[in-house]
């Protein structure tokens, strides 16, 4: 079952501290009903799906918090000063790389693409403890390519741009 955003204004009405929260249930509107909600102060809203990063900003949410930019920080950080600068063909150039990052890491388990594509990408970040298993070969030459290609865009972390092969 979902949050109501009735729920989220009881808790926040009754709770002067809450600054907000992250909804990972992928609908924009869900979002935006969470951040409409709390209306006697600032409310942060952050969504979890790296494809709604683009839409949330434009419809005044926070951000986002998701697993891709353990990958590729850079990536976001750059989507969202493009967003911030008024620079929009970039920000959606860069929204179009998020979400391609993001159908990579649904080809296999969740922390197991994380994690392979960190250490792709020259982060240490380590194996995946049983039962998740590695990442498939498929899967990885494809993650591969795309960090790649992220790569000469200069969206990878300075450090990680070695190790890409």
């Known amino acids: 079952s979902e949050l109501l955003p009735e729920t989220v204004a009881r808790i926040a009405a009754r709770c002067r501290n809450l600054a907000g929260v992250k909804d990972s249930g992928g609908q924009l509107e869900q979002a ?10 600032d409310f942060a809203v ?15 949410l926070a951000g986002a918090i998701c697993g ?3 990958i590729a920080p850079e990536l976001f950080v750059h989507l969202y000063r493009a967003y911030q600068e008024g620079k929009m063909d970039e ?25 392979e594509a ?18 498939p070969p498929a899967c990885r030459e494809k993650v591969s390519q795309l ?9 990878l972390l300075q450090t990680a741009k070695a190790s890409i092969s």
């Not at 951040?35 to 006697?40: E, L, P, Q």
């Not at 960090?147 to 969206?155: I, N, R, T, V, Y």
Request: glycine letters at 8%; a positive charge.
């Open 91 to 115: 920000a959606a150039r860069l929204q179009t790389r998020a979400s391609e990052l993001a159908v990579l890491v649904s080809l296999h388990t969740f922390p197991g693409v994380i994690k």
């Open 118 to 135: 960190m250490v792709l990408s020259g982060v240490p970040a380590g194996a995946c403890r049983k039962p998740v298993g590695p990442m």
């Open 68 to 70: 891709c930019a353990n």
């Open 46 to 60: 952050f969504v979890g799906p790296e494809r709604l990063l683009l839409p949330a900003l434009a419809n005044g």
């Open 147 to 155: 960090l790649a290609k992220m790569e000469k865009e200069g969206l």
């Open 32 to 41: 935006i009903a969470y951040r409409d909600a709390v209306r006697d102060r």
